[in-house]
């Protein structure tokens, strides 16, 4: 069965530091996909990035960036130069594709990210 | 364009009443999915549609949770006889073409409080 750990429940920073968000999945399947989603106060999940399986090269998007390591299992998110607009609570998520038809996400618990002034 | 969208956005209901939860996915998406987020938790899976046809229902809790996308588009999901471990926001999600590598798009949930 797929399982995604976040074990980071909450992080505080001050505003400008960098941050790093770990994520840690399980899987059996060859193909899979990871998501981060980040969910602000406002409820909704909002998406942030898609990584495949075979792709393990990094992502950089503005003062985002995402690691992906298959020899340990990790995707993890990074925030430099935090801003207050950050807080929020972020998940990671894992979706299986051997069939090649749409799959569920296993979403971990989130990490609530607090920055503050 | 309109993303997706979710009706009540709150709901309160006493114990043992039903409730009926509206999503709109984003015109023209072939799948739809269903979550449960309880507090503090991330999203759990309860069913999947591609058009109308209900794919996967392996998420469901019980047979007190029944949900239906009878034309394709708009998807209701029922609640019988509610109980308090049902207080829970309820996301809905839609994606395109039903295929394993798209992404996902969450409408704002709904919120409901089971007294």
């Known amino acids: 069965a797929q399982k995604v750990t976040q074990a980071q429940t909450e992080i505080s920073v001050v505003e400008k530091e960098d941050v790093t968000l770990d994520c840690v999945y399980e899987?059996?399947?060859?193909?899979?996909?990871l998501f981060w989603y980040k969910q602000p106060p406002s409820g909704e999940l909002v998406f942030l990035i898609r990584?495949?399986?075979?792709?393990?090269q990094n992502e950089i998007s503005g003062r985002y960036s995402w690691n992906f390591q298959k020899s340990t299992s990790s995707f993890n998110f990074t925030i430099t130069a935090s801003q207050v607009v950050d807080s929020a609570v972020y998940f990671c998520?894992?979706?299986?594709?051997?069939?090649?038809?749409?799959?569920?996400?296993?979403f971990g618990t989130g990490t609530r990210l607090q920055v503050t002034l | 364009g309109a993303g997706v969208s979710q009706s009540p956005r709150y709901k309160v209901a006493k114990r043992g009443q039903d409730v009926a939860l509206r999503c709109d996915p984003i015109?023209?998406?072939?799948?739809l999915f269903w979550y449960q987020q309880a507090l503090g938790q991330g999203p759990e899976f309860l069913t999947y549609?591609?058009?109308?046809?209900?794919?996967?229902k392996s998420g469901l809790p019980s047979d007190r949770f029944f949900a239906e996308r009878p034309e394709g588009s708009v998807s209701t999901l029922k609640i019988q006889r509610t109980q308090q471990e049902d207080s829970a926001v309820y996301l809905c999600?839609?994606?395109?073409?039903?295929?394993?590598?798209?992404?996902?798009?969450f409408g704002p949930g709904t919120r409901l409080l089971v007294l």
């Open positions: 999600a839609s994606s395109l073409r039903g295929l394993a590598w798209e992404t996902q798009y």
């Open positions: 899987t059996r399947d060859t193909t899979y996909y």
């Open positions: 990584r495949n399986s075979f792709d393990e």
């Open positions: 998520a894992l979706s299986e594709a051997n069939t090649g038809t749409a799959s569920k996400l296993t």
């Open positions: 015109s023209g998406h072939v799948s």
């Open positions: 549609f591609q058009n109308e046809a209900q794919l996967d």
